[in-house]
């Protein structure tokens, strides 16, 4: 069965820390690979999205890097602020004929003040 | 642009009544979605569609019924509600490539469902 795995599930970190999470999926027969960050209450929001070509792509703060033979996506935040404090969640495309993504758990970062 | 837009926002039903939830989308994407997603057990897809006129079961389609007669729209029924479809339900779209390839997914706010 394809899966993703989120861990940690949460993290609390001061502000201004460097933070990795990691995302890990079961076959590496995928086509691409979505981080997203979903707010208490609301819906999701594209954060980053890696081609199964690419090694990673770059948003502001955010570094998203992809490492398909070892089924390892991480998503690196640099100098974290409490407006990072959400949920994020990775998803991927796997090789299958429904084209839908298969979503990880998520991992509930909080960044204090 | 407002992207992917669903209605409503939050519905209380009783247990054996309809619904359908509207999902609408501006982008001329061809592949639409939908989740549920329940706390511990993250999101999972409902039904999907690859185009107009085209739609699939997904991973828990009991209980749930769509239709794409435009690009635009993928509203999703519920024949009869039970309380074990309380849950918040997210609508999804995004650009097809060749291959069978989706590009970046957008989603909308979501609409939250309790049934009683």
């Known amino acids: 069965k394809q899966e993703v795995t989120q861990i940690p599930a949460a993290l609390s970190v001061p502000e201004g820390e460097n933070l990795v999470l990691n995302c890990s999926f079961t076959d590496s027969a995928i086509y691409n690979l979505q981080w997203f960050r979903q707010d208490p209450g609301k819906g999701l929001t594209s954060l980053l999205l890696?081609?199964?070509?690419?090694r990673e792509q770059t948003s502001g703060r955010l570094n998203a890097s992809l490492d398909k033979s070892s089924g390892r996506s991480t998503l690196y935040i640099a100098a974290s602020q409490p407006g990072d404090s959400a949920t994020y969640l990775c998803a991927v495309q796997f090789h299958t004929g429904r084209r839908a993504l298969t979503f990880g758990s998520g991992t509930r970062l909080q960044v204090q003040p | 642009n407002a992207g992917v837009t669903q209605t409503p926002k939050f519905q209380v039903l009783k247990t054996g009544q309809s619904m359908t939830l509207q999902c609408a989308q501006d982008m001329n994407h061809e592949y639409m979605s939908w989740y549920r997603q329940d706390p511990g057990m993250g999101l999972r897809l409902i039904h999907y569609?690859?185009?107009?006129?085209?739609?699939d079961q997904g991973e828990v389609p009991n209980g749930y019924n769509v239709s794409r007669s435009t690009t635009e729209d993928f509203p999703l029924r519920l024949l009869s509600a039970a309380p074990s479809q309380t849950s918040v339900y997210f609508c999804a779209s995004s650009y097809s490539e060749a291959a069978g390839v989706n590009t970046e997914a957008f989603f909308g706010q979501g609409t939250r469902l309790t049934v009683v």
């Open positions: 569609s690859v185009g107009a006129g085209i739609t």
């Open positions: 890696i081609q199964s070509s690419q």
